[in-house]
């Protein structure tokens, strides 16, 4: 009978500074075991996490796993090696596979450079051979279809020339090469969109050893996960089942924690009335009753009081007509982001954008945002648009003053939709920052505490448009909650980027769709009523797309002859077209399943995927001719 490799952590303690992160956490986790680690922000989950990888050593406590358990972990900013590529980072690594590759690619290199060069040409010879012998051409393949699925595209690009967003999906791709005992992964989709998501959750449920991930995606832990483990106040709470589940539970918990707490506090009263009609310690009986009472006095006063996690700030007048965008378009460094967008924002507009990464959404929302003037078409904005731009970066926060004094720069109070002045103070803790914390320095703060900071400073500003680039980007769920409330009450307009799933449905009534041909398809739904109608293209999809398709037909195009009909040699091709889109579908298919049959065939390899990348073109044609015909089919 096989024995399930399991980690075991033992009574680990932390502290920072004067604060005790955690204290006495114990846990296991067993192989297929997916866990989600929750908790808000500044609670110790990085830490944590590091301790569980190896890296940071705890105050107390111990880690204990067999000698060959294997941990991989993504870190949120990982550290790679800027002299070199995409695919040399990749097979960084001590596997025999990997030092083979290594061998390979550095060989390569060299012969390219010296293709006469005898020693290049043995070195070469001896790299080949030991990939073959270790069946390193499978890893080969499988680093490039790991990297494809991410939206990594040129794999010999320097890591020195890439974004954060691009380090951290190769980072990803990295420990998922090859197999782990316990994968650590920290916000896995930060920088993906919706596909690449999508493959990693199939990815994670398949996947054979443990899982721990730190992640504010809902909807992502709802369908991977299988245990969730929550770092509250320094205690850690298990629960069996996924996000769901959880939550059921821990409300549960919640309110048994609350009626618990009305009994202790009940006796509490009683005694108190006891002791102060003057108590002696008499007799053993009333000593002991004298000691329960010091007893169940600590518990009262050491009781989290409930905060109230909603937020309601009164916004300025906001007129009618908030931006009109017509015939808008952009490029970056010669290549098209976007063309010819024109829609109409209004007062209480509630607007998703999203699309594959490098599309052009967050440029957009600079142009909103008044940082960037469109290379072509115009954007009007309403004269009473005051805007809040949340960013990717914490832009304004200054590390060398304390959390209260700076945001007392801003206003000493606001006032909430009620016409009450909210201090400061109460807003920091209505934003999860407890009195204790007020006084701390910013640059003390952990990346998401920061985040969480950066997020109040705008709201107090008091906007009326909210433009939001990736919110749930590093905060922890519970602000999520706090931001989606506050935007459940907000009288004034939302444009907000994400691929987060569950936070689109909440804050978005229509998306604005960034798609690969460089158009931008407004949609009236939410974000899950868009992905089951256009989330695998479908021709009978594709059509529904082109005729509410965001380039806005000027009314039939002057320069164009008007077409009511197809031809006969059209009206044969169209009644054939979706058939042959089928056909080339499974083509590709086939063609995959081929690949990963091939084996080490290197050869056989390179002459699939090239039949792939044809059939794919093939049918990428063919899609394009489908909609130019379905204009005009009766």
Known sequence: MLTLKQITIEKLSQTYGERALFNDLSFVMNEGEISGLLG???????????????IDTPDAGKI?????????????????????TIIQQMFVGDSPELRALQQYQTAMDGLMLYPEDEKWQHAFE?????????????????????????GIENIHQSISELSGGQLKRVGLAQVLLQPADLLLLDEPTNHLDYPSIQWLADTLKNYRGAVLMITHDRYFLDQTTNHIFELDKGKLYRYDGNYQVYLENKALREEQKRSEMNKANNLYRNELAWMRQGAKARSTKQKARI?????????VKNADEDVDLSISLQTSRLGKDVYELS???QTFDDKELF????????????IGITGFNGSGKTTLLNMLASRLTPESGTLKVGQTVRVAYYTQH??????????????????????????????????LETFLFPPSEHGKLIKSLSGGEKRRLYLLKLLMTQPNVLLLDEPTNDLDTTTLTVLENYLETFTGTVIAVSHDRYFLNKVAAKLWVFNEDRSVSPYLGTYSEWLEEYGTVKPENKKKMVTAGSKPKKTKQVDEPIKKSLTYKEQQEWDGIEAKIEQLDETVTDLRQQLE???????AAQQISEAIEAAEKESEQTLERWEYLSQYAQ
């Open 40 to 54: 808000i922000n500044g609670t110790g989950k990085s830490t944590l996490m590091k301790m569980v990888a190896g």
């Open 394 to 427: 914490n832009e304004g926060l200054d590390d060398s003053k304390r959390i209260i004094s700076f945001l007392e720069e801003i206003a000493q109070s606001v006032v909430n939709a009620e016409g009450e002045r909210v201090s400061v103070s109460q807003l």
């Open 339 to 350: 063309h010819d967008f024109s829609a109409i924002v209004q007062n209480g507009d509630r």
């Open 64 to 84: 204990t796993h067999p000698r060959d358990y294997r941990i991989h972990y993504l870190q949120q900013q990982p550290s790679m090696d800027d002299n070199l």
């Open 126 to 150: 001896k790299a080949s051979e030991a990939v073959e012998s270790t069946n390193a051409w499978d890893t080969q393949t499988r680093a490039e279809m790991i990297l494809n699925k991410l």
């Open 597 to 603: 049959a091939v084996g080490a065939d290197y050869t």
């Open 327 to 329: 015939n808008v378009g």
């Open 291 to 299: 000691d329960r009472f010091s007893e169940i006095e600590k518990v």
